[in-house]
């Protein structure tokens, strides 16, 4: 029995799966969606969310100029951004449109961006849309994504759409 021991373990050691989780965390605040299966994308949000709520709990105090918070304030920052930091890689590189690649610095994207954006979310700021097997493995497959960006969710709405369709095709 596996009382009191959470978490999948994915047939791997723990500093295989520690790796692996921090990877597809800092690859989701990158890209704000990635697709994955359903077992990593239900770890990754536990994971993914926890960061996210410790950056807001700071408060305006995360998205604020250095300048304009007390020393106080500046050391709860700092210590949230070095718990952050022990968790993802600082920096991530993304390719643009055009195929140019820009840094982007992780840690400040989750306390600026992410902690203003739910400032007033009390939990729940991923979604997973599950798009049914995995053509190789059959590997059920799923997107995660971060809430708030409406941008893409007809984006997303149609290709589960798409998945689905393509589900009742084989059947």
Do not use: W
Request: hydrophobic content about 35%; overall charge positive; proline content about 3%.
């Amino acid at each position: 029995m596996r009382h009191k021991n959470s978490g999948r373990k994915f047939d791997r050691n723990s500093s295989s799966r520690r790796a692996m989780l921090r990877n597809l965390t800092a690859n989701l605040i990158l890209h704000e969606r990635i697709e994955t299966t359903d077992a990593k994308a239900k770890e990754l949000r536990r994971v993914a969310e926890r960061l996210i709520t410790k950056a807001r709990r700071l408060g305006k105090i995360a998205y604020a100029a250095q300048s304009e918070l007390s020393v106080a304030d500046r050391s709860r920052r700092l210590s949230a951004a070095r718990g952050i930091a022990a968790y993802i890689p600082r920096f991530g590189v993304r390719i643009e449109v055009g195929g140019v690649p820009r840094r982007v610095d992780l840690v400040e994207k989750v306390l600026v961006e992410l902690a203003k954006r739910y400032c007033e979310r009390p939990g729940g700021y991923t979604r997973i849309v599950k798009f049914g097997p995995r053509r190789g493995d059959n590997a059920p497959v799923s997107l995660i994504e971060l809430m708030g960006d409406s941008s893409g969710a007809e984006e997303v709405s149609g290709k589960a759409e798409t998945a689905s369709a393509e589900t009742a095709k084989i059947d």
